[in-house]
Every structure is written in structure tokens, then in C-alpha cells.
């Protein structure tokens, strides 16, 4: 069986590398009219489109003669109308992009903050630290480093 198997994908790898050299003109006709029958099949569909327009063209251009009073300030208002709207929903994809590149930028501070120990803790304890030295210079200690002894009780 799997020699069989083996045997017949051989038969089609080996079919399908030798129609290309062994029947060059067949696989170029085969090309050739393909590519035929879809460009003529386009040309034709081409051409009545054409021919669609140029009739609805001619029928539309008495009412659009008759009509231009009322359809000239109908379009520039609807123009009007749909670039406003286009701005405004342009306007609004933005600062929503904006508002999330803000949130998406301060979560990456913070995260960088939390993981290398800079940020709140460090800035309260400068403070504490500063805040400690004035109550010390406040209260005539000059020398932060020594520190009176309060004396212990007898019991």
C-alpha cells in the first residue's frame, strides 16, 4: 500500500514538473486564452457601463436644468453636512487615540516606577527626611548627627 501511495505522488509531482517542459505551447494557449476570455469579458461589461451612463446622462439632463435652482443649494448643503459629520467622527477618533496613548503612557510610567523602586516611596521618604532635619535645626540640634540621650528612669 504505501509503496502504491508512493508510486502514484511520484506519478503526479513527476506529471505536474514535466506538463511545463514537456507542452510549452499548450500551457501558453492555455494562458493565453484565459487571459482572453477575462479581458474580453471585462471590455464588454466596460462598454455597457458606458453606455448606461451616457443614456442616464441624457435623459437626467433636462431635470437637472429644470431642477438646478433647487439641487445646487441642496448639494453644497448635504456636502456641507457630511464634512461636518466626517470632521467631528475624525475629531473624536483622535482625542479618543490621544486619551488612550495618555492612559497607555502613564501605565507604563507607573509600571516602570513599581518595578525600579523610583516614584512615591522615594519622594515621601525625601520628605520625611527633609522634614526631620528642619524639626532638628528648628529645635537648635545642628549636628544631625548626635543625638541627646534621654535619661533613663531608676526603677
Known sequence: MADQTRTHHEMI????????????????????????????SLLVLSGLTLAGTVIALTVATPLLVIFSPVLVPAVITVTLIITGFLASGGFGIAAITAFSWLYR????????????????EKIENARMKMGS??????????????????????S
Request: glycine share 10%; aromatic share 6%.
Open 13 to 40: 509531482s513527476r506529471d505536474s514538473s514535466t506538463l511545463g517542459q514537456a507542452h510549452p505551447k499548450a500551457t501558453q494557449m492555455v494562458k493565453a486564452a484565459t487571459a482572453v476570455t477575462a479581458g474580453g
Open 105 to 120: 503612557f502613564e501605565y507604563m510610567v507607573n509600571v516602570y516606577r513599581h518595578m525600579t523602586g523610583s516614584g512615591s
Open 133 to 154: 532635619r528642619a524639626q532638628d535645626t528648628k529645635y537648635g540640634q545642628h549636628n544631625i548627627g548626635v543625638h541627646h540621650q534621654q535619661p533613663q528612669h531608676a
